[in-house]
Structure formats: C-alpha cells, structure tokens
C-alpha cells in the first residue's frame, strides 16, 4: 500500500512558477508509476506528466510540454512537479496518483492508477 500526500500548491501571476512536491509512504514506492493529473472547476480529472519507477523515462501532456518537468527522488520518497511559465488555464487541483510497475512503461489513464492523494489546489492569475 501507498499513501501519497501533495503540496506546495498556491496563487501566481501568469508566467511565475511552481514546484509542486508529492509525498509517498509504503515500502514499495520506489517500484511505482507516479503521475500527474489535474481538475480544473466543470472539468473532467485530466493527465498532466508521469515518471517511470526508477525515473528513467516520463511523459508530459502536450499542453505542458517545454513547461512542466516531472522528477522523483527515491531516496527521499518524493516526486516533484516543476511548473514554469504558468498560465491561467492552469489553474486546477493537482493530484498525483501511482502504479506498483518495474516494466518500464508509462501510464495517461485514470484508471491505470491505484493510489491517489487528496490533491493541491494551483491558481494562475492573469
């Protein structure tokens, strides 16, 4: 089992940034997927960025590309979100989720994910 908690969610003006920390307990997380998602107000939960278990790999939406950068240390338990040049459109409850998985692949899906946590709200002010 693993149990994830987010911070480091807040208000910034459009183009500031933010590092958002995702914190995982459970002796098994240095073997999961973790990703990113977020959901904006009326919207559906959409996939942002995930990492591989041993960060080898990851992948970003395209509307985050060239702004977002996803990244973990195992040694601390830890997953950041690095988000740069943040827009309005970016407000939304950031929630990071993850899969027990050593192949290798990536995961964009809901409901590829097991665990979640409760989520950070982010606000980009114009």
């Known amino acids: 089992q693993v149990q994830l908690a987010e911070s480091g969610g807040g208000l910034v003006q459009a183009g500031g940034s933010l590092r958002l920390s995702c914190a995982a307990s459970?002796?098994?997380?240095?073997?999961?997927?973790i990703g990113w998602f977020r959901q904006a107000p009326g919207k559906q939960r959409e996939f942002v960025a995930a990492?591989?278990?041993?960060?080898?790999?990851?992948i970003a939406a395209n509307s985050v590309k060239g702004r977002f950068t996803i990244s973990r240390d195992n040694a601390q338990n830890m997953v950041y979100l690095q988000m740069n040049n943040l827009k309005p459109v970016d407000t939304a409850v950031y929630y990071c989720?993850?899969?027990?998985?050593?192949?290798?692949?990536?995961?964009?899906?809901?409901?590829?994910?097991?665990?979640w946590g409760r989520g950070t709200q982010v606000t980009v002010s114009s």
């Open positions: 459970g002796r098994t997380f240095s073997s999961h997927v």
């Open positions: 989720a993850s899969k027990y998985s050593r192949s290798g692949a990536l995961y964009s899906e809901e409901h590829d994910y097991d665990y």
């Open positions: 990492v591989t278990w041993n960060g080898g790999a990851t």
